[in-house]
């Protein structure tokens, strides 16, 4: 999952972090030992989106000092784009980091590769293990050993306003031939672009890239292919959808822009995940929620598929308040919390069984994107994939405001990779 961050909100953050990290404070640690009752403090640092899902996860962790009257929940919201860089820096300096951090799910395995992060096996942050979605438990292991809990999986579709559409006689467009003859409609009945394509977050650019059968790397194989001609096809398929009119882009503050855009009615159409639900139904055109529509990403040439995203809960292995943090993490990770979230925020639960409960099953668009999640496709777990974005990043928004080449851009990434991974093809 990616979103933007504001200046407000990390100046907000900091400030907070500053004041509220209390892993490596002495008098954060646990007394349960003698009494089996849990105490002290656990610092959380939650990634989730400020304005909505924090307000909600907030609250769901204050229902964890209720349980436990004696521990103390600092809660604190770090900006998503902040966060992977400012944890690693307090954990290497080994003063600031949190007792239990919301990672991204392809942070986990760079966090335990650096040693920053506790083994949760056999301990009571994982309860239950059967009753996770295999697809959501694999970004948690590393070497062997788990490292997180799965809290929340997702994917990516395409997000419509279903009055626009039916203003221009469309409907969801299922491959990308017929995404640009649906923008095209759209243009000529209501003068509004079709789509809104991120152009800041080479995230967004990843339903494209397995589209067309492509995909970063190949990791068992130790192979780079984002520079092979499936990757610079789908350089080719971003750049003809800004060129042609069908889709507007951005180089900065593409989180924002993108939201307000859609948000205001200014485009029909925008690429996004679970996460953004709660903030587009604050916006005027979705006053009335059932104009919001959900679709599967369009199928690019060779194939139809979205990125498997998700965060987990990962402890930090200097915490002292092991045994506290442990507990808050299987609280936050249960089936009823899960459920809870399903409900007030359409997220997607990593637990099987939450998918039965009402909640849940009340969620249209939790029961929209279950089926895309079980076929979503997986990033590699390794250390080096959170990084894996940055050269990305810079080629992408490069293509999409005509400042190099498909086949540049591809090449200029594959060797940025390259470096990256020693020893790789």
């Known amino acids: 999952m990616r979103r933007g961050i504001t200046a407000t909100a990390l100046v907000a953050a900091l400030a907070l972090a500053a004041t509220a990290c209390g892993s490596d404070d002495d008098k954060s640690g646990s007394t349960s030992k003698g009494s089996g009752e849990l105490s002290g403090t656990v610092t959380w640092w939650d990634t989730s989106g400020a304005g909505t899902e924090d307000k909600v996860f907030k609250k769901i962790a204050e229902g964890f000092e209720k349980k436990h009257p004696k521990v103390d929940v600092k809660y604190v919201n770090v900006p998503f784009g902040e966060a992977q860089n400012k944890f690693k820096n307090a954990a290497q300096a080994g003063s600031g980091a949190p007792d239990v951090i919301r990672s991204e799910v392809a942070w986990t395995p760079e966090f335990a590769d650096l040693g920053y992060l506790a083994p949760l096996d056999g301990t009571s942050a994982l309860k239950d293990q059967d009753d996770f979605l295999k697809q959501a438990v694999a970004s948690t292991k590393y070497n062997g050993k788990t490292y997180a809990v799965p809290q929340v999986i997702d994917s990516m579709g395409v997000f419509y306003n279903k009055k626009m559409f039916e203003k221009a006689g469309v409907k969801p467009p299922n491959t990308i031939s017929e995404l640009k003859s649906v923008a095209k409609k759209i243009k000529s009945k209501t003068g ?105 990403v369009p199928a690019g040439s060779a194939a139809q598929g979205a990125p498997q995203g998700g965060h987990n809960l990962a402890v930090y292995a200097g915490s002292k308040n092991l045994e506290a943090s442990y507990a808050f993490v299987d609280y936050m990770t249960s089936v009823e919390t899960q459920a809870q979230t399903a409900g007030e925020l359409n997220l997607l639960p990593t637990r099987t069984s939450a998918y039965a409960k009402p909640e849940a099953v009340g969620s249209e668009i939790v029961q929209f994107f279950k089926p895309v999640v079980e076929t979503a496709v997986e990033r590699p777990w390794i250390p080096e994939t959170g990084s894996l974005f940055a050269p990305l990043n810079t080629e992408y928004t490069k293509v999409l405001t005509g400042q190099t080449t498909p086949e540049k851009a591809a090449k200029a990434t594959g060797d940025s990779y390259r470096k990256l991974l020693k020893g790789w093809k």
């Open 192 to 296: 509004k672009t079709g789509l809104y394509l991120r152009g800041d977050d080479s995230y967004y650019f990843l339903s494209f890239l397995y589209g067309e059968g492509g995909d970063l790397v190949d990791a068992p194989e130790k192979t780079v292919t984002i520079d092979k001609p499936e990757g610079v096809k789908a350089f080719e398929v971003v750049k003809d959808l800004v060129d042609s009119g069908a889709a507007k882009t951005d180089a900065t503050d593409g989180w924002e822009n993108m939201m307000q855009s859609f948000k205001n009615g200014d485009v029909a159409m925008m690429i996004n995940g679970p996460w953004a639900v709660a903030d587009t139904l604050t916006g005027d055109q979705f006053t009335d929620k059932a104009n919001l529509g959900v679709a599967p």
